[in-house]
C-alpha cells in the first residue's frame, strides 16, 4: 500500500489526455480542517456515457481536507475505501464506501508571461479532470491543485 498525499502546492504542468473544460492498491488520506461543506446531486452524467443500470452520480463540493480514503482496484478505477468521522465527506453526507470518483476539479494555468527573466504563471483556470484511465497519483495531484480555500468539485458513481 502507497501513501499519497495531495498538496496544494502541486500544479498540472501539462493538459493530461482526459482533461475537459468546466467552471496495487493506493491510499490518499487528508487532514482536518474545515467545517464548510457544499453537496449537490446531479443529473447529468460524470462521463459522456450514461450509467449503467442500477447506478446513480452525483457531485459533491467539499472543502480541503476532504476526510477520505480512496483507492484503486486492479483495473484501475479509484473508489472511496474510509470516510474519516466528522470530516468534510462524513458533514457532506452523500458519499459512501464503495463509490467510484469519476472525475474531480483541479487548477489549470493557461498561460505564462516572462517578467525580467522569470516565468509566471497565469490564467488560472478550474477544470473537470475525468479520473477514467489516469494514474492514481496524477488524480491525486489534480486533487490538490485546488487551493485549499476553495471547494473541490468530485462526481461519483454508487451501484447498488
Do not use: W
Not at 477514467?132 to 473541490?152: C, N, Y
Request: glycine letters at 8%; hydrophobic letters at 40%; one cysteine or more.
Amino acid at each position: 500500500m502507497i501513501a499519497a498525499s495531495a498538496s496544494p502546492s502541486l500544479r498540472v504542468a501539462h493538459a493530461p489526455r482526459s482533461l475537459s473544460r468546466r467552471g496495487s492498491s493506493s491510499r490518499f488520506v487528508p487532514g482536518r480542517r474545515s467545517l464548510r461543506a457544499v453537496a449537490r446531486a446531479t443529473e447529468d452524467s460524470a462521463d459522456d456515457d450514461t450509467p449503467p443500470p442500477g447506478c446513480s452520480r452525483y457531485e459533491v463540493r467539499i472543502k480541503k481536507p476532504l476526510g477520505l480514503v480512496l483507492e484503486e482496484d486492479k483495473t484501475g478505477k479509484i473508489f472511496v475505501a474510509e470516510i474519516l468521522e466528522e470530516s468534510n465527506a462524513a458533514r457532506a453526507g452523500l458519499i459512501n464506501v464503495g463509490d467510484q470518483l469519476l472525475a474531480t476539479s483541479a487548477m489549470v494555468f493557461n498561460s505564462t508571461q516572462d517578467y525580467g527573466g522569470v516565468s509566471v504563471k497565469k490564467g488560472e483556470e478550474t477544470i473537470r479532470f475525468a479520473t477514467r484511465g489516469e494514474d492514481f497519483k496524477t488524480v491525486m495531484a489534480a486533487i490538490g491543485t485546488v487551493p485549499s480555500q476553495r471547494l473541490v468539485t468530485l462526481e461519483f458513481q454508487k451501484c447498488i
